[in-house]
């Protein structure tokens, strides 16, 4: 996919705010600070249209982004950010899972993993998660730039096996930085939203 128009369309954090229309969307998920924004702004060819890295775990919303009048990108606030009272973690859970069981427009969810780290319980409960909703999905390896590419191969075999992911589900070493990756998320979004 070749972006030349992507656009903010939304933000809520209940199904009022949501956008309206029938365009498929893909989810963003994963831990506060991952790299989810720097995603989307990474597919969007933008600098700035997802706000990055400003205080983690502070992004309680739901963003949704229209990319070429075909489909829209939603960036999920993020999870296990260390800082946050439960009453926050609550709310998190209600935004995150009301959207994902009830959105039927939802038509796959991209799950983000640090590269560096092996998966944490909590991604290892969100992928259990994602397997139980039955949608397609993809496992996108953040910030492979800050490793080097000989390891890539064996740091994806580790989160292939902490994550116990069956092995159609694809896993995409992706640098937003060094703009790593583009065609190859592109290609599985197209698959998955059947664009
Ligand atoms: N080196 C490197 N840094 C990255 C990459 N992607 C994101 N970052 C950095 O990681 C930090 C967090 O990125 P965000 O995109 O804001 O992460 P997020 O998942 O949206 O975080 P929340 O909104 O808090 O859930 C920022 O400082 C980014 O610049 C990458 O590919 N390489
Ligand atoms: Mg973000």
């Not at 933008?46 to 890295?53: C, D, E, N, R, Y």
């Not at 502070?58 to 296990?80: Q, S």
């Not at 492979?144 to 116990?164: F, G, P």
């Amino acid at each position: 996919m070749n972006v030349k128009n992507a656009e903010h369309i939304a933000t809520a954090v209940s199904p009022e705010g949501y956008p309206n229309g029938n365009l498929p969307e893909i989810a963003m998920v994963g831990r506060s600070n991952v790299g989810k924004s720097s995603l989307i702004n990474f597919l969007t060819k933008s600098k700035s249209l997802a706000k990055v890295g400003n205080t983690p775990g502070k992004t309680r919303v739901i963003n949704f982004f229209n990319v070429e009048n075909k489909l829209i990108l939603v960036d999920l606030p993020g999870y296990g950010y260390a800082k946050v009272s439960e009453s926050e973690r609550k709310r998190w859970e209600k935004i995150v899972e009301t959207y994902l069981n009830n959105r039927s427009q939802l038509c796959g969810i991209i799950m983000l993993v640090d590269i560096r780290h092996l998966p944490t319980e909590l991604d290892e409960i969100m992928y259990r998660w994602i397997i139980t909703m039955g949608k397609p999905h993809i496992i996108v390896a953040t910030k492979a730039d800050k490793v080097s590419r000989s390891h890539h191969q064996r740091l994806i075999n580790e989160i292939r096996r902490t994550l116990d992911l069956a092995p159609g589900v694809p896993v995409i070493p992706v640098s937003a930085t060094r703009k790593m990756g583009y065609s190859e998320v592109w290609s599985e979004i197209k698959k998955i939203c059947m664009i």
